[in-house]
């Protein structure tokens, strides 16, 4: 089969969004009813401070579907009745409802730094680092971006397509979605930190759904990242998802374990990123320097030594270069890193996804998992004062309100009043803003 058919379109049917005050504010109120009813969700999981080992959760509500050392997945038994679910819009019919629950021994910065999609391109590396899938769309709006004191924040407006297997495909159309992004850490009373990522509908009418065969799908998931005292991070996910169709549940349970389980490698991603910052930063007249010095095959390892094999071929699968700092090093001193980079495809105004091999010597990866997430993250705050753009290139002009007095405040914290028994109670201000 041509690839060429298999490339999923990297814009959007629809036009940049030029959204109205009210219609931004919906959306503000949305994703904080979301977090609220989440972190709802996560308090009851609670005992005490401590949270339940993921897989004895509350065996009568949930049913264990997937486990391992790090995560397990529960399935709700009682379908259709459900008077606390509270979905928005109140248009859902029977959601299948998923909980994702474990540990990630990893910072919480560095969670959220991998976690982190201040644009659509970041969206598509990251579904094809954690999840190995391919998506499709544009990012239609930025409401708000990353700043130097919330570098992780972000509330967008997302078009994706994605791509089905072969085999559900021949019984499943295809499902386009149209989501509201929401992303960022809150701090609660107690001044523990909780990192939140945020996606459901979004409720714009001027988007409608697309002519047959391709369907709107619901997805909504509202995860929580919280910063342990052991320097883990707790997770804790929940995802609606109405199949609207023939796909069977253990099909859903799968792919979404599959999908959900990538979320857990977000410390790998931010690892990726530190290392293509610290690439894009380094000054080009000093590489361009080493490259001279070094160029050519060298008998031996900059870093032990070891003298490389005594022919040419040997020497060329023996050294490998660092990509920071270009020396020679041996495979006993390098580390080998699969990043995914996008390029356009040579015919088709498409981004794909490719894999780049490269090679750190230690000492660099060293001096890169130094980096501060935060100091990496705070380097997408420009990023916002650029106009939105499809994957293919095209520009216009999206946010006029962007840096508008009239912006409705986006501030989680400040909206939801914590009381001072950690995630106790969680009540709704009347007037957030």
């Known amino acids: 089969m041509d690839d060429d058919n298999l490339l999923l379109p990297d814009q959007s049917p629809f036009p940049p969004l030029q959204l109205t005050h009210e219609e931004q504010q919906h959306c503000h109120d949305l994703s904080l009813q979301l977090l609220e009813r989440t972190l709802h969700s996560y308090d009851e999981r ?6 339940q080992h993921h897989a004895n959760l509350d065996s009568a509500r949930w049913k264990l579907e997937k486990t391992q050392e790090d995560a397990s997945m529960y399935s709700e038994r ?12 109140d ?21 959220m730094l991998g976690m982190a999609i201040p644009s659509f391109e970041a969206f598509k590396v990251r579904v094809a680092t954690l999840g190995n899938q391919e998506i499709g769309g544009a990012m239609l709006a930025r ?36 989501l509201l992004s929401a992303s960022g850490v809150i701090t609660t009373a107690e001044g523990e930190r909780i990192g939140y990522d945020l996606l459901q509908p979004a409720p714009l009418p001027q988007c409608a759904p697309l002519p047959k065969p391709m369907i709107r799908g619901k997805f909504m998931l509202g995860a929580l990242y919280r910063q342990t005292e052991d320097g883990s991070v707790d997770v804790y996910m929940q995802q609606y998802l109405e199949a609207m169709g023939n796909v069977f549940d253990s099909f859903v349970v799968t792919s979404t374990w599959q999908g959900l389980l990538g979320f857990f490698r977000s410390p790998m991603l931010a690892e990726h990123k530190k290392l293509r910052w610290c ?33 040419a071929r040997s020497r060329s699968s023996d050294q490998r270069s660092c990509i920071l700092c270009l020396a020679p090093v041996c495979s006993s001193c390098r580390q080998e890193q699969v990043l995914r980079e996008l390029e356009r495809h040579p015919k088709k105004k498409k981004l794909l996804v490719r894999k780049q091999h490269v090679y750190v010597c230690r000492p660099c990866a060293e001096f890169v998992q ?49 009381s001072s028994e950690p995630f ?9 803003y």
């Open 46 to 51: 609670l005992a005490g401070v401590t949270p």
């Open 91 to 111: 248009n859902w019919e029977d959601p299948t409802v998923l909980l994702m629950v474990g540990t990630i021994p990893a910072p919480l910065d560095e969670v």
């Open 424 to 432: 106790e109670t969680f009540n709704w201000s009347a007037d957030p």
């Open 279 to 311: 690439i894009a930063n380094m000054k080009c007249a000093r590489r361009r320097g080493q490259a001279r010095e070094l160029s050519g095959y060298s008998l031996s390892c900059s870093l032990c030594s070891v003298a490389f094999g005594r022919t």
């Open 143 to 178: 409401l708000v971006g990353p700043t130097d004191e919330k570098p992780f924040q972000n509330l967008s407006i997302q078009y994706m397509t994605s791509q089905l297997p072969w085999l559900v495909s021949k019984m499943v159309k295809p499902r386009d979605f149209l």
């Open 370 to 418: 130094r980096h501060k997430a935060t100091d990496v993250a705070r380097s997408h705050v420009l990023d916002q004062l650029t106009p939105a753009s499809d994957s293919s290139g095209n520009v216009q002009q999206t946010w006029g309100l962007l840096h508008n007095d009239s912006m409705p405040t986006w501030s989680p914290t400040s909206s939801l009043s914590m």
């Open 78 to 89: 009682i379908r259709r009745v459900r008077t606390d679910l509270h979905l928005p819009e």
